[in-house]
Nanobody, 118 residues
Framework: QVQLVESGGGLVQAGGSLKLSCAAS????????MGWFRQAPGKEREFVAD???????SYADPVRGRFSISRDNAKNTVYLQMNSLKPEDTAVYFC????????????WGQGTQVTVSS
């Protein structure tokens, strides 16, 4: 089992920045690919960004160039730096982990709310 706990959400004005953290425990963090997802009210959960075990990153088109995902294996933590935030970025943000890069995500955090005011 892997336990994931997100933090860093909050209320920010459009154009501002937030940095989310996701602390993992329970298994060897470096063995897991990590991802960030978000779900806005009334919408499906959507992919935001991910980082492989080897540090390779990918991003959804709406956030590319504004968000940056990183991981610190020594701290068992993955981060999501969010810059130039827009009201449409408002959502609950979840981190997730998977041991098999070709599989679906196995473990999910409880989420952290990000609200961007216009």
């Amino acid at each position: 089992q892997v336990q994931l706990v997100e933090s860093g959400g909050g209320l920010v004005q459009a154009g501002g920045s937030l940095k989310l953290s996701c602390a993992a425990s329970g298994r060897t963090f470096s063995n897991y690919a990590m991802g960030w997802f978000r779900q806005a009210p009334g919408k499906e959960r959507e992919f935001v960004a991910d980082v492989s075990r080897n540090g390779i990153t990918s991003y959804a088109d709406p956030v590319r160039g504004r968000f940056s995902i990183s991981r610190d294996n020594a701290k068992n933590t993955v981060y999501l730096q969010m810059n130039s935030l827009k009201p449409e970025d408002t959502a609950v943000y979840f981190c997730a982990a998977k041991s098999n890069p070709l599989s679906r995500y196995d473990y999910w955090g409880q989420g952290t709310q990000v609200t961007v005011s216009s």
